[in-house]
């Protein structure tokens, strides 16, 4: 049968390598050095050897003094391994940590009043206005070499930082950054070079085929988890805050790890059938523990004629199975489906019979949620919320559901007057940070504006670190004193939210390089993190139009429609 159409080579997985500089030489290093030498290349298919994997899924990164490899709080999708040289990680307490300026991000002064009032006739005429003594910035103890992919920010004063700050070794054999590479959480700590060294950077999706063949790899990555970030993680939940240590090294002990779906780094991959999505656990089924997300997000659906009809989310920290177990293990009023790639930590139901359930019987005192309502059923939880189901399906299928603070915008309120567009550019020194349009759902738009999402890929790739989550707000933020323009962010974010735009100095000329090539920027909304009373567009909207939704939270959906 013929088809039709033009012939095209189907795309393979290794057509855009990691690196395009690793040689065979390279190769044959790293197959000498353990852990790679003792691992038996037998177990590998022949299309995805060991070979390959290191070939075309890793890279060679070397470093010099000062050089800061991860920073604490950004994401990343490769882990490192220590090839040559000594790293330092920075250690608590919190109170002594690396300032943010320390690490090339940006410092947040909210402006007085008399600031905020000036902002009216002191902005800039010219849009797009950047300081051209942006390099004068110093004094910050951080600055930046390389050109490209090689673009590194690093510590001018490692001594002065290892003196001031806690910081601990990590020797050359080691890996480095693994949790959250595979985990899709952000960096618990920043790593910096100590002296020159060289490291080997790893995509996700090579470790990952590593692990899968070698299972001292894999069970060395799986104890690392528990060592460093097991406890912490668990005691987010209100379930398992109360747990004394004995308590919690035994929930640890028993916890299991397990992932679903594709990972994908920066895709929404949309789809309208419910049906393809894994399932994790189903409706109709006995619970075989409780469900804790780790990381990504998950559907929550019910059986509904001949096919299931979403009713709820499930985003990192939420938990599911446990009202089922503690009615005696009952079969599951829902079913729960990965959304993409989902990783889940799963605590088996007779650890939480004897820690939880019990525990709470005897002190008569019901488990609350982290907003102190009582943890009640999934099922139940939903019922009041009254959230049309098409907007629903809207909001997961968009992916939506990332955001945690997204621009919903009203068109039935809505006049087209433009007093958020114009009050955004007051804000920011006359340059507008979003375009009133995006996908619409009857009178509702989700527009084009930064959502601040729950797991922020546009960071995974920045080689500098501009684009960053502020640790106070939580508002994810550009630093334009060390934004290179590369435009990785803005070709990672799903939505649109970010544009690249040529800067220009005080006079309104574009600002060029050596080759006499404007400078781009990315430029996104910053949820006026340096304004007084927060995003002046919303605050702007004559008719209440506009609002700004923690769409994670079916609570908030429901009070935007019921208004």
């Not at 103890?141 to 992919?149: H, K, L, P, Q």
């Not at 910081?167 to 050359?172: C, E, L, N, P």
């Not at 009809?309 to 599951?332: H, N, S």
Request: glycine fraction near 8%.
């Amino acid at each position: 049968m013929s088809f039709g159409g033009s012939e095209l080579q189907r795309p393979k997985r290794w057509d855009k390598p990691f690196s395009d500089t690793m040689t065979d030489e390279d190769i044959a290093r790293l197959m000498s050095v353990p852990p790679f030498s003792e691992i038996d290349e037998s177990q590998f298919r022949a299309s995805t050897s060991l070979t390959d994997i290191l070939k075309n899924d890793t890279r060679l990164v070397p470093c010099e003094p000062g050089d800061i490899v991860i920073r604490k709080g950004d994401w990343g999708s490769s882990a490192f391994f220590i090839l040559s040289g000594r790293m330092r990680v920075e250690i608590e307490p919190p109170e002594t940590s690396m300032p943010a300026s320390v690490l090339g991000r940006r410092e947040i002064k909210r402006k007085n009043v008399f600031e905020a009032l000036a902002q009216l006739w002191k902005n800039h005429r010219s849009p797009e206005f950047r300081s051209v003594a942006r390099a004068e910035a110093g004094g910050t103890g951080v600055a930046s070499r390389g050109a490209g992919d090689r673009t590194r920010v690093y510590l001018e004063d490692v001594g002065t930082v290892l003196d001031q700050y806690r910081t601990a070794t990590i020797d050359s054999g080691q890996f480095f950054g693994e949790i959250a590479a595979l985990g899709r959480t952000p960096r618990v700590a920043t790593v910096f070079s100590e002296g020159e060294g060289e490291l080997l950077e790893i995509r996700w999706q090579g470790l990952r085929d590593i692990m899968r063949r070698d299972v001292a790899l894999r069970m060395y990555i799986e104890q690392m988890f528990r060592e460093r970030a097991l406890s912490s993680f668990l005691r987010t939940s209100s379930m398992f805050s109360h747990l004394s240590d004995d308590q919690m090294d035994e929930l640890c002990a028993a916890a299991e790890f397990e992932t679903f779906g594709q990972y994908d780094s920066a895709q929404t991959n949309r789809t309208d059938d419910i049906q393809s999505e894994p399932i994790v656990a189903q409706e109709g089924h006995y619970p075989n523990g409780v469900i804790l997300i780790r990381s990504g997000v998950a559907r929550l659906s019910q059986k509904f004629h001949n096919g299931h009809k979403t009713v709820g989310y499930l985003t990192p920290g939420q938990t599911f199975g446990y009202e089922e177990i503690a009615e005696g293990g009952k079969p599951l009023r829902l079913s729960l489906r990965a959304i993409g790639y989902l990783a889940v930590v799963i605590v088996p139901a007779p650890v939480v019979e004897t820690l939880v359930v019990q525990g709470r019987k005897s002190s008569s005192k019901p488990l609350l949620l982290d907003d102190g309502r009582p943890m009640q059923s999934a099922d139940a939880e939903t019922a009041g919320l009254q959230v049309d189901n098409d907007l629903l399906e809207f909001v997961v299928e968009g992916r939506f559901i990332q955001g945690t603070a997204s621009m919903v915008i009203d068109l039935d309120r809505c006049t087209r007057c433009d007093d958020c567009v114009r009050a955004c550019a007051t804000a920011h020194d006359n340059n507008p940070r979003f375009i009133r349009h995006g996908p619409i759902h009857e009178n509702y738009m989700v527009a084009n504006a930064c959502m601040h999402c729950e797991d922020p890929v546009c960071m995974i790739e920045c080689p500098t670190g501009a684009i960053h989550r502020n640790q106070l707000q939580g508002n994810v933020i550009i630093n334009d004193q060390t934004c290179i323009g590369c435009s990785r962010c803005a070709n990672n974010c799903p939505y649109d939210s970010i544009r690249m735009v040529e800067i220009r100095d005080g006079q309104g000329n574009l600002q060029i390089d050596s080759r006499n090539q404007p400078i781009v920027q990315a430029t996104k909304c910053d949820l006026c993190v340096d304004q007084i009373g927060g995003p002046a567009c919303q605050r702007a909207c004559p008719h209440d139009a506009l609002q700004r939704i923690d769409l994670r939270s079916l609570v908030s959906l429901r009070e935007m429609v019921n208004r």
